[in-house]
Structure formats: C-alpha cells, structure tokens
C-alpha cells in the first residue's frame, strides 16, 4: 500500500471539497473560494490538473485508480518527470511498502540524487500553488491601471514557482489561468550579467521569436522581455537575454531554480501564452512574492501619483517650461541625456503643442517597489483636435514624498 | 531488478480425461483450462479422450525434450482436425517461443486469450512475451487479466511483482532523467524460455498426482488409496498442536500439526513416522522461507531438485536468494496440509498463503520428495495440483 501519509503532506489541503482559497500574502486576507477551482473547465486534460488529480486519488487511498491515471499521464506526457516520479511510486507500491515521496531505490538514487530533491521542490510548489489561491477579485499591487489596449497582463510569483495570466476585461483584471514556472538557479534579483538570476521588477514583452530560429533547448518559443528596463539601467545592472521560454523536448517542465535567468514554462503552457497575449501591450511583472491587492479599491497614495501625474500634463499643456522642468529629476536620464539635455527637447515639444491641451491616451499605471518606488507609465500624449500623437513611458520615482520624473522616452 | 519471470507451468495435460482426479480435485478450484475441458469433454467426446490423452503427453515430451519442430507438426496435425483446442494451441505457442516466432507467439496466446478469456495461463504466457520484449506495460495489463480470471494464480502473482518493480524502475529512471540503458538490465531471456518449458520432469515420478491417469498407470493406485478426503481441519495430533487452528504458522517457536498427519494415520498408520518426518521437512521449509533463512530454505531442496526448464540449479539458487533477500518481510503459512508416502518418495499438497511487503498470494502447491539419509528433501516444487 502506498502510504497514505506520505502523500498527505501534500495533498491534505486538497481533500474534501476541493481546494479553498488561502491567504496568497500576509497583508491579504482571504475572502471567498476563488471562482477558478482546482482544474479550470475545460482543461481538465492538463497536465498538471491530472497530477493533481493523482495526488487526490492518493490522498483517498485509490492507488488503483491512481495508478491508471498516472499510466495515462506518462504515456501522454513521458517527460514530464514529476509524473514518472508518482507512477514509480505507485508501481512500488504494489511490490513493497512506499515509505517516501520519490521512494526511489537507494541503488537508483545514488546516480542523481539531486534530481529527486529537485523533483521533491516542483511538487510541493505546484501543491502550494494550486492550495493557496488568490483570493477573487484580487490582483498583483503593481497592476494600479491596466490600458484597455493591453489585452492580458502577466505577474510572475517567483518564490512560488507560478506564473499568473491575466484578462483585462471590462469589469478588471481577471486571472484566466496561471502555470508552473522555473526561475534562475541563483534564484531572483538579477543584478549582472551570467549571475544566473531572474530579475525582478516591470517588464514588457518586446518581441515573439519563432521556434524555428532556436535550439531545441528552448522548446515551442520564446517571448523576450526588456530587461534591463530604464531602472535597472539606471542602477547599473547588466545582462540580457531573458525570455519567457519553453522545454527541452526530453523534458517537460524544469526544476523551480533550472535557468540562467529565463522564466521557463512547460510547452504546452507557453504555447498557450504566445497564443493569447499581444507583443508589446502585455506587461509582466515578476516579483520574488506577489502582494496581491483587491482591484479598484480607494488608495490615497495612487490618488496623490494621478495628481501630480495630472500636474504635469497641464504644465506641459500650458507650455511653461520653467514650472514643467519642476517635474524632472535632477538625475534624469535619457540615455546619458541629462535633464539640461532634455529641457531644448521638451522646449520643443511645447512649441508643437501650440498651447493646445495634452489629453494622454490609452493611460496604464504600473507600480513597482523594492528600496526604492517606481512608477512606470505609458501613455499616447494627444493634443487636442488631434487624431494621433506620440506614444510615452516614463519612469517616476518617489522622493521624499514626491513623485518626480527620472526617465521620459518615445515608446516605439 | 532482475527480470525474473517466472515460468507459467503449462496446465497438466491429464487432468482433464483423469477419473481419479475429481475427488482429490475438490479440494480446491479446478483450475479454468480444466474446467472448460473438462466441459469439453462431458459435451461428447469421451470416447476420444484417450486419444486426446495420448497427443497431449507426446506433445509435451517432444517439447520437453526439445524436439519442438516436430512437435510442432504434431500439434498442426492435430489442431487441423480439431482447429480450438485450447490445449493444442497452448502448446503451439509454447513450441512457437521456442524456435525464436516471437510475433507468431503472440498471436497464438493473443488468439487464446480472445477465445478462452476465462484461461490464466495464456495471459501469462502473452506478458513473458511483452516482458521479453520490454513491453512492460503490456505485460502488466495481461498479468492482472491473467489475476482477474484467477486470483490464486499465483505464477501470474509473481510475474505481476517482477513486472512492477521494473515498470517503478523504468519510471524512475525517466524522473530523474537517468540513461535507463546503464541501470536496466534488459530480461534475461534464458530464465524467459524456461517459461515455454512445461515442467513436466517429473511425468514418470509416479507419486505426481498430476500425471497419474495417464504416465503413470502403477500410480493409479497409489492415488485411489488416498482419494478419499484426507483433510480433516480440527485434528488433534500432535502433543503441541493447537487442536482447533487449521492453520499452521512456520515462524511460531514450535511447529504445530499437519490436519493430515492424523488423517495419514487413519489411513495408513505404517506411514506414520515417515508422514511426520515429511511434514517436519516441509514446515522447516516453510519456516526457513518465512525467516528469510536462504541458507536453510535452499538445503531443503535435494541435489537432484530440477528447477524448471533449461534453468540450472545456479541460477535458480541465485533467483531464489534474490527474491527472499530483496523481500522486507515474509510470511508463508500453511493449511490443509496433506501428505502421503510411499517408500523413500512422498507428496505434500497444501494451501500456501505467501504474503512478502505488500503481496500477499495464496495458491495450492505440491512438493515431491525424497528420503536421503534422516532427512526427507524436496525434488520437484509445482504450484496448482
């Protein structure tokens, strides 16, 4: 018999009736089951859904029924190392008493015993995952205000190994799905370059590449991100090339630390990505743990950044110069452009403008915080009467209690 | 894991024509490929079942002694006459394994199967094939049909272990994303073509009540003495014995009664001591298997012991020490002991409940064996009757 006990540390929470929300963060408390349950409809052939559903056949004792299934999983999934690792366990089950999960021989063991630690770690992160929801209606913090041409947005939990997809709808954000994930083998915080870290903070995706371009390494495809973004520029930091990316053909998913710095999803899971979001518009923040918020809740902080954001549209729009540099920081920096630099460009701008009020479009909002406080902000600046105008971001940054502009580009 | 699968012994081919079997057969299920000739046989062909009898054990010993094309043309001879005969066909892919047609084996026992889905043996038989081949996971599905038709078969037990435990091995080793070439030794395929060898040694031994009807004519009588019920569950025998436990315990302290010993008495009291010599032997033997005592549980076996098949007494010894060793824990217990004796030979039949970690079979089995010395010592082991 496969000891009951061994799988009841993982999967006792998802007993009974099914999974219940949890508190996903200390400052969050939770609220009500979350509309998505354990196995989202429709996707009921996942396969992380159907190892799930193993671990519950397990859980109830049904090694019968578990072994059929974890049969099923591996004939369809043969790398998807995870499962091989519960069908052995079953399969020995039925020959001598399973003492561990990964009850592996210790002749066996002895040849990549750190496989098994790592297989150990993706199971009790994806356990944790799918035990510990989100509650309903909450969102990433960062996602303040989310433009109707981003279609979807993306937050990346690094420390519990998940990657979470939202639909911006017109009712908000809501979470359509969200996988497993493997970051950098170092861990988070990418400061330099080969560190082996996955960085942290707002991104975009910047670019599709086609499989075809790649080595197999990289599976069905991948999505570039713009690290280093204009803050990680600003501190210094180094590197490139991380992507959202796929699998190795021989392997279905990677263990939670597996990457030089990529965020890595399961193929079938990144097929489903490329299939959905749009280049560009889709944000993706990855935070080491996700502080999620409820949506449209009153934030007098927000309010104050929407003031003085609102401030600094009507000193351009009024075209005093003077009263709209009081909004750039001194260390302002446009690629090694300082803020005397930038004062003929703006002067420039204002000349265009004709004194015409500035409308700013298409307004998205995404606040990031670590020692310091960000706001990364991107918008189309329309005069009024217009029919186009430029797409904007700009970095601000919170300093002693006052929002002040540290980046301002064009937005291609 | 070694692949040791294990042979599945080809249903004794008299049985079904025995008139001397019933009453000794009732003591336990018929097996299903008696039973449907058995129903054969009764629909209207009683005349011909000397005959039958006949082409059976020719067949068998051509097989056994390896002369298998022209077994094998016996058995086209036959089967084109009598096209179904389960037992015939059994045979043919038994002969087929052995001169190296594999597929053809295949669809032989698939066919079996298909037609005779009641048949444990077939199954078995498909699964070595798949196992041979390292299709493992169709060696396990006909194994547990094998299991599902007869869940006492117990050669299907073993297989399905064995089977298993190299399915978790396999399975292991793609988790850990180990080269399963370096670490799986593939199946041995000599210990898989003992499988094929009907383990039909001991034919002329006339103390094998399986052969009796027709080997043997001089054991007729030596089994229509004993053919009466001989088990008597509540005996009391022994000084020792628990008198109302039907069952006997090899690991207890003091191995109690044999239910038969009394029964032996009854019958033929001048067999007595020697009955209760055989029943010493045979409790020590299932004591010493419980104990994990290979050292013990091999001295039990005679020199002249014959592992089944091409299988040579080392490799047996190995496959045996293997299996005990790899075992966290053993029980063997067991019941409705029944000896008999004749001279320097004797037959136990018993009721083996077997159970190692998680497995846990029983099934019937018969040892012959023979007096060397003081000690009585086991020649043939057979599980069935």
Sequence with gaps: ?412 | MEGSIKPCRLPPVSRPISHFQTSVSMKQAPNALYKSLQWLVLAGACVASCAYADDYSDVSKLVRTNKFSEALTRVDSYLASKPADPQMRFFKGVIQRNLGKTADAITTFTQLTQDYPELPEPYNNLAVLYAGQGQYDKARLALEMAIRTNPSYATAHENLGDVYARLASQAYNKALQLDGNNTVVPPKLALIADVFKPNLGNAHNPASPAVVASAAPAASKATAETAAPVVKPAAPATPAAKPSAPVVTPPASAPVMAPAASATTASAPADTQASKAVETAVLAWAKAWSNKNVEAYLKAYSPNFAPAGKQTRAAWQKERRDRIVGKKSISVTLSDLDIRVDGEQAVASFRQAYKADSLSVSSQKTLNLKKSAHTWLITRESTGR
């Design chain 1, 1 to 412: 018999m496969l000891s009951k006990t061994v799988y009841a540390v993982l999967s006792v929470c998802l007993l009974g009736a099914g999974l219940t929300s949890a508190s996903a963060s200390a400052s969050v408390k939770p609220k009500s089951p979350v509309a998505r349950a354990s196995v989202p409809v429709g996707q009921d052939s996942l396969a992380e859904a159907r190892l799930i559903q193993i671990y519950r056949l397990i859980g109830r004792s049904d090694t019968r029924a578990a072994l059929d299934e974890a049969q099923r999983l591996v004939k369809d999934h043969p790398n998807f190392a995870l499962a091989q690792l519960v069908y052995g366990d079953l399969l020995s089950s039925r020959t001598r008493p399973v003492t561990a999960f990964g009850d592996v021989p210790a002749t066996q063991l002895k040849a990549n015993a750190a496989a098994l630690t790592s297989l150990r770690d993706e199971s009790v992160a994806r356990l944790k995952a799918l035990k510990e929801r989100p509650p309903e209606g909450y969102v990433p913090a960062e996602f303040v205000l989310l433009s109707r041409t981003s279609k979807h947005a993306i937050a990346v939990d690094a420390a519990r190994s998940r990657l979470y997809l939202f639909e911006n709808r017109a009712s908000g954000l809501t979470l359509i799905d969200d996988y497993y994930i493997s970051v950098g083998k170092l861990g988070v915080e990418k400061s330099t370059e080969g560190d082996q870290r996955t960085p942290l903070g707002v991104y975009f995706i910047t670019s599709q590449l086609d499989p075809k371009t790649l080595k197999d390494f990289y599976g069905v495809g991948a999505l570039p991100i713009n690290y280093p973004n204009m803050l990680d520029i600003r501190r210094g930091k180094t590197g490139g090339g991380i992507w959202l990316h796929g699998t190795p053909p021989d392997q279905f998913s990677r263990p939670p630390l597996a990457s030089d710095g990529c965020v890595v999803l399961a193929n079938p899971d990144l097929q489903r990505i490329i299939n959905t979001v749009a280049i560009r518009s889709t944000p993706v923040v990855i935070a080491n743990q996700i502080n999620w918020v409820p949506q449209n809740k009153a934030n007098p902080q927000l309010d104050a950044f929407e003031a003085r954001l609102n401030a600094w549209r009507k000193a351009k729009s009024s075209g005093n110069l003077a009263a709209l540099n009081a909004f750039y920081a001194s260390d302002f920096n446009n690629a090694g452009k300082t803020r005397g630099d930038w004062l003929p460009i703006l002067a420039r701008e204002v000349a265009q403008t004709r004194g015409r009020e500035l409308q700013l479009k298409d307004l998205s909002l995404l606040h990031w915080r670590d020692k310091e406080e960000t706001m990364v902000v991107t918008f189309g600046e329309v005069a009024v009467g217009q029919l186009t105008g430029t797409s904007k971001r700009q970095y601000w940054s919170r300093r002693a209690g006052q929002w002040t502009i540290i980046y301002e580009g064009t937005r291609l």
